[in-house]
């Protein structure tokens, strides 16, 4: 049997498989549980090129946090420049954790126990709750803005964690609708919360 020739990935592909590899590896064992060699088992790689990309775990696990924040606030970004916020949020989480369900795990439920890394949770939920902020002003009562804003946030990131863990993904348009009618019934609860 002949064998396939095979070329050597471009630089950045490999890196993009590194990471991917690595985001399976640390979401399914934790960060110290995690060796060098797991991610490069579940990257397909050997460990060596691992190291050629990554000095260190600690810095691979870094980079998977920070692309992952990265392609979120850019598409949040981009959504909200093509379209009004109003149901466009929802979508845009979702697609970030479609892309790569493991970073996205890693960043929102799983850095934030591990303490070299919870900073990076706390930042991005800091900087989504300042952002929710920005869109609830005048639509709810400033009485309810300074817990509203992070349970939005929290609400939405926690109905995108489970629809991962328990939904199909063929009925993503389903998740979508019934998470923006709950934002949006949740909101219209705060707008006259203040008035009760």
Not at 111 to 120: C, D, G, L
Not at 128 to 145: I, K
Not at 165 to 182: I, P
């Amino acid at each position: 049997m002949a064998r396939v020739a095979t070329r050597p990935l471009p630089r950045a592909e490999r890196r993009q498989v590194i990471l991917s590899g690595a985001s399976r590896a640390f979401a399914a064992g934790g960060f110290d549980a995690t060796s060098m060699e797991d991610i490069a088992e579940a990257a397909g790689v050997t460990k060596l090129i691992v190291y050629r990309h990554f000095e260190s775990k600690e810095e691979l696990y870094r980079a998977i946090l920070e692309e992952v924040s990265s392609r979120l606030s850019g598409d949040i970004r981009g959504a909200l420049r093509a379209s009004h916020p109003r149901g466009v949020i929802a979508p845009v989480f979702l697609g970030v954790a479609r892309h790569d369900p493991d970073a996205f795990r890693l960043l929102w439920r799983h850095s934030s126990r591990e303490p070299k890394f919870a900073e990076y949770a706390e930042i991005v939920h800091q900087a989504s709750v300042v952002f929710a902020r920005s869109l609830l002003r005048g639509r709810v009562d400033r009485a309810v803005l300074d817990w509203a804003a992070p349970m939005s946030v929290d609400f939405l990131v926690d109905a995108v964690l489970n629809w991962l863990d328990y939904g199909d993904s063929r009925h993503d348009d389903r998740f979508l609708d019934v998470a923006n009618r709950s934002l949006v019934a949740l909101i219209r609860t705060w707008s006259g919360a203040a008035a009760d």
